[in-house]
C-alpha cells in the first residue's frame, strides 16, 4: 500500500494485466489474494467485452482519489 498523509489515506496500486492469444468475452473480473485465496475486488465492466487478440485490464491513476482500493 502507498500512503498520503495529506489525505489520511491509503491506496494500492495494481500494473495493467495483459493477456496475449486472448480469444473470450468477458463481462468482469475478479481481484483475488493468490496466498490466501480470499477475493478481493470485483469488476465489473458495463457491457460484454470480446478479445480476439490480446485482452488488457488497464487500472486507474495510483493515487488517493482515483486508485481502485483507497482507505481512509
Do not use: H, Q
Not at 489520511?8 to 485465496?37: H, K
Not at 477475493?39 to 467485452?49: H, N, Q, R, T
Amino acid at each position: 500500500p502507498v500512503g498520503d498523509l495529506n489525505n489520511n489515506s491509503a491506496y494500492v496500486s495494481f500494473a495493467p494485466v495483459v493477456w496475449t492469444g486472448a480469444a473470450f468475452t468477458t463481462r468482469c473480473a475478479l481481484l483475488y489474494n493468490s496466498t490466501t485465496g480470499a477475493s478481493v475486488c470485483v469488476l465489473d465492466f458495463g457491457s460484454d467485452k470480446t478479445s480476439t487478440t490480446t485482452f488488457t485490464v488497464e487500472f486507474p491513476p495510483n493515487t488517493s482519489t482515483t486508485a481502485l482500493i483507497r482507505l481512509s
